[in-house]
């Protein structure tokens, strides 16, 4: 069974930082593109931001600048470095590894963005 287990979430001021943190296997961890998606109260779940297996990345517009997606090599991770957090960033975050029609997802962590 594939496992995606994330951690860092939390609440923080606007302007704030988070990192969030994504572990899985090494099978996972070295063919699948890994990435971030999340999804607001009332809202549909919306891309973040992907690293592929060779280490190129992607961004949604409104995060680019701000967040930045990366890998540990050492430790099976895909981390999320995300600053200059606002409001309009509280959702649940989830973590993706995707592979051609293959998705696997974790179980979402909460990041709150308020004063």
């Known amino acids: 069974q594939v496992q995606l287990v994330e951690s860092g979430g939390g609440k923080v001021q606007p302007g704030g930082s988070l990192r969030l943190s994504c572990a899985t296997s090494?099978?996972?961890?070295?063919?699948?593109?890994l990435g971030w998606y999340r999804q607001a109260p009332g809202k549909q779940r919306e891309w973040v931001a992907t690293?592929?297996?060779?280490?190129?990345?992607n961004y949604e517009d409104s995060v680019k600048g701000r967040f930045t997606i990366s890998r540990d090599n050492a430790k099976n991770t895909v981390n999320l470095e995300m600053n200059s957090l606002k409001p309009e960033d509280t959702a649940v975050y989830y973590c993706?590894?995707?592979?051609?029609?293959?998705?696997?997802w974790g179980q979402g962590t909460q990041v709150t963005v308020s004063s």
């Open positions: 090494r099978f996972i961890f070295s063919i699948y593109a």
């Open positions: 993706n590894a995707a592979h051609f029609n293959i998705n696997y």
């Open positions: 690293i592929t297996s060779d280490g190129r990345t």
